[in-house]
Structure formats: structure tokens, C-alpha cells
């Protein structure tokens, strides 16, 4: 019936529909909402787009899109891009023998609520992030940028994400620590630590899907592997969270379900 039921969402998979549907929705309604860019979220969109053509692992189609909007983006040298004529930059292109598109459909797999209020975009986003830093830490020298990923994400959410509070919350915890980052293996472990803290937060309230409680992730089934016990307390075994993250976070853990 083309309509994806949260039970087969397999949770140890990555789904090219989640990724998509957060990639349009990113630029497409958010990062175009306002009436014109300028100045800092001006940049803020460049920083975004530009990362995502380094490290977002697409299919061909897509990394043609980020690519395409991306040289766009470079070349519109304003200082104001007005709404009208950025959705039209943000358009599909099919003619010629490299299409460039970004599907515009959105349908949530792995990122599925229970209800429509629940989940989609906001996991989405999250699942983009931690893949854009595992892809960073894989593709790029270690100890060079280490903020690169982490800082993009960190204006994204200050200047587009619609969740008001939920950027506040973010803002505040970059600002406390994300400086601190000096590898990037560390900011794959700096949003892994911090998607947790999030988690704890929110566990029990009212955002939460009844169907999805918010976990401290991954939870042992995932990997057991990245558990111990330190003196009859619970503990990361922060180097298999790493591995897991490689290995979960990589282009050969997305699944192509329900994908346009
Ligand atoms: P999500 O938390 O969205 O996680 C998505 C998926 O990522 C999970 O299904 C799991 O597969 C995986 N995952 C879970 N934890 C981790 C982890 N630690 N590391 C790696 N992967 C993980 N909502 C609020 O109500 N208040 C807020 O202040 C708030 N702040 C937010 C800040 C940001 C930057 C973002 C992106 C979202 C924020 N949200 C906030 C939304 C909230 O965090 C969830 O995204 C939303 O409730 C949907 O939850 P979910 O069950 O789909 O899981």
C-alpha cells in the first residue's frame, strides 16, 4: 500500500526515506521560511549545504542536488536571497543525464511515530547529524576540524530548527562544552552523549511516543557490547559505542525501503 508501518521499521537499520524526507524538509520548508535570508543564517545555509555535499553519503540524484544548490549558493553573492527565488534554486531538475533530485515526498520509516505528532522531522534531523559526524570521522583527518559537523549543526538548529525551545536547549549545551571537542571521534561521542542527556530529559513527557520511550541509546539488545558494570554501576564502554557507531552510522547500514 506504499504506507510504511512502524513495525517493520527494523530499529538497527538506517532508512533512505528518513534521511530524504529530513534533507527536504531541512531546506525545503525550514531553512525557506523566512521571507529573505541574509547575513548569519544566510551563512548559516551555505555552512549546512556545504557539509552535507562532503560528507552526506546520498544516492547519486541527491548528491548531484546538494551539489548543484550548493555551487548556487557560492554564486549568489547579495547580501539578500529572497525566499522566491531560493525555492526556485531548491527546485528538481530531471532533464540532461545528471537529474538532480531531492525527492519531495516525506515519509518517515525508522522515524515513524505511533501517531502523526509524534517523531518524524525532529529524529530525522538527529539521525542526519550523527551520520554527518561518523561520515566526518571516517572521511577526514582526526584531529583537523574536529567542530566541523558539530558547528554546522549548531548554527542549523540556532537559525532554522522550528523548534524554538528545542534549539534554546541545544544552543545552551553547545555552548557549554562543544569548544571542548578535539577530534573528530569525539564529536561523534559529543552528540552521541549529548542525544542522550536530551533523551533523559524528555523520557516520560508528553512529547514522548508511548509506542518509542526514549532510551539511554543504544540500548544493550543493539549492542551489548557497549555496556558494562563499574562497581554495580552502569557504564559506557565508550570504544565500542565508537565501533558501533561506524558500523551503524555507514553508508552500508541504509536501507533503500519505501525510498521514492
Ligand atoms: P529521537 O530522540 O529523535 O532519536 C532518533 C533516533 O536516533 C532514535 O530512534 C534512535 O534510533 C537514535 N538515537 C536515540 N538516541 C541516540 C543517541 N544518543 N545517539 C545516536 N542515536 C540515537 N524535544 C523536546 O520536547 N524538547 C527539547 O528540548 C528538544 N530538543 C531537541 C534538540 C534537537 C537538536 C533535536 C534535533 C530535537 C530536539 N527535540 C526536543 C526532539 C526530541 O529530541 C526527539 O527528536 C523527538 O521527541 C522524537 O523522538 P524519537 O523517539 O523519534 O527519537
Redesign the pocket.
Known sequence: DGVAHPLRAD?SKLYMADLESALHYSLRVEAARASSLSGAQLAALRCYVGTLVKYFPGRPSVQTYLQTLDAWLRNWTEPELPRTVLKEAMKNNRDGSHPSVLPTNVTWVG?QGSERHF?GY??G???IF?LLTVQAAQNGPDKELPLEVLSTMRCY?RHF?G?Q??AE??EAMAAKSMDRVASREEAVLWL?SH??E??AR?AGGD?E?PK?P?LQ?PPPDLCPQCHKEERGVHAWEEPAVVAFFKAHFSPANIYMDYAE
Open positions: 530499529r522515524c517523531r525532529p529524529c534531523l538527529w539521525t550523527h538548529v530548527f523548534c525551545e528545542c536547549h541545544f552521541w542525544h542522550n536530551v533523551n524528555l512529547t511516543d518509542f526514549k541509546w
